[in-house]
């Protein structure tokens, strides 16, 4: 099992488009706390900001793209088209050869990419943490390390929400799109919770009440209660993805 | 007929063909062979309009590949795979490309059955065998009915009765008064059909002339292609 | 001409242009029943209901170009067959362009309509129409640039969902810059909107023409 792990985060590291993932995941969160400094600077002393106890921790959002396109990518690889001689063969082939049993493989493929952006999470986190505090010093207290376990959670969920979709659809366009336009500034799923309070359960609003405290939902949702209703969405994905994966043809 | 003129190319900083030139003559089935990275793809590539030499021509009928009208009306092309995208059926490939070339959608049947692919019209191109998706590629080929055909090992991926089914189809094109240039590293296959030999290695053009010509004193092409490669000293005529 | 039917009979007999077509106008449809079940609950969702809706679904307009673009270079090595039935290179383009803003062109209006109208709005149906047929031509433009699917639709998503919003946000200067500007505002960023398609089709042209295949 180790090995096919390794084997897996190899091939993962090995992707161009992982690394891009991997950089602006990192990256974007930080940067745009620089940038919005002046900003919020002024905002807390107009006194109109006033989540404060969120400072930091609501900008990682933005980076939320870099660990949906890990999840994408780890799937929408294995099916591209590997050669124009038999156009039906594709990496997977040689992916299955080496390791037919399909759900092990699955198992090694979803660990190497937890490891990743879980790594990854932390590190952003860290970055943009870091940067709040020196930025906003006493304005910003540090947020209890609970909170910012949740929010490596709620990346490595998302990681793992995309990366199902793309196992049921085979294909990464619809994961990258549908989780990126709702990781936007006003996401789909925010604007549905003003339509109907069912919303409120839907996998990326109920994981943000991990841990973001002050934001305007409809229904207040416990973090424990918030990250088992995301992780229970995951799961039941990943298993929907899993059976058909096992039993589709390659 | 074909004609290629000290063609040169570069492909990063590595040069893969050196001053490469050579003749196809209408009526002659041309055999083009070489080890696997000699340069017969790239010079075909270049050939078809597909990538540009750094120096050098290569003509088709007197002209740039480019610079033809209807072009599948002169040259049908068989390189690897079948060229369809994998979620398109065979028969709507086949007739984009009819319209391509303004080709009447008949003809997208009349090749279907000359390949024998009738009754797999209507599968997804994705779903086809090896032997399945050449024999899509060569029924594109052929839908101009061009008087030049252009086949990158034509022969890989087809079971025997298919390998017999093409060669016959080959002589019978140059018969016909085709100009038939076909690409190869199987020297045996090669030396059942052809007329005409050019031996490229390295990049370089060995020796060219009739297949007689080319096996010399050597027992069979074989012998020859590896009596002439061994040195390094050979160079282009 | 020969060129553009058979772009024309690419388009349409590629499945998965098909697929986006259907979602795209679903989920404008489910937007634009958001927006409006939400004003008449007395919380509307916030400025224009009759555009808003399709800042979203503009996504799949994104992916409608993408696809039909990088159906070329992905799952299958088409591009050489185009290339060698339709050699010249800078027609090839320009039929290409031609062809899916007219088979855009359908889905663009039904879409438009399906957002502007029940919010009343129908003086802006037309502007949202060509906005979201630029929008898709700008998107194959990329997608030819870069030849596969999934990294042209990253940077069209960041651009158009990260950067454009983040950017909009800071300066009102740079929002008539941006491409995206134009699906809210039309009255602004229109003329960013074309330049920026004009320019990436232009460089996609020159690009395509050069390289090998």
Redesign the interface.
Known sequence: MVRLIRAELRKLLGLP?AW??LV?GTL?APV?VL?NAP?TRRAIAAGTLTDTPDLGLRDLG?GL?GPV?LG??VV?SEY??T??????ARQLTATLTAAPDRLRLLAAKTTALVLVVAAQAAITAAATLTLTKVLYAEHAPAPAPTRVVAAILYWVLTALLAYAIALITRN??VP??LL??NS???S?SY??T??TDLAAYLPDIAGAHMFIRSADFPVEIAPVTAGLVMTAWVVALLAVGAVLFHRRDA | MITIDRVSKTKGRTQILYDVTFEARPGQVTGFLGPNGAGKTSTLRILLGLDRPQRGTALVCGRPYRELDRPLTTVGALLDGSGAHRARTARAHLRWVAASNGLPDSRVDEVLEVVGLTGDALKRAGRFSLGMSRRLGLATALLGDPEVLVLDEPVNGLDPAGIRWMREFLRDSAEQGRTVLLSSHLMGELAEIADDVIVIDKGRIVIQGRLADVIGDHRTLEDAFFALTATEAGGAW | MNTTRAELRKLVTLPSLRLTALLTWTGTLLLTFAYASAESRGEPLGHDAALAPLGYTQAGFLVLGVLAAASEHQAGDQIRTTLLAMPRRLPLHAAKAVTLAAVTLPLAAVTAVTSTVPAGDTARTPAATAYLILTTLLAAAVASLVRRAVPAMVLLLSLYFIAGPLLRARSDTIAAYLPDTAALDPSRGTAATIIWTLSALTLAALTVHRRDA
């Open positions: 488009t891009v993932g602006l974007m745009v940038l900003y933005i793209i396109i994408v990518i929408s591209t088209s050669g124009e001689d038999a156009p039906g990464g366009i990258l799109t990126i336009l936007t500034v006003v789909v604007l549905l003003k339509v």
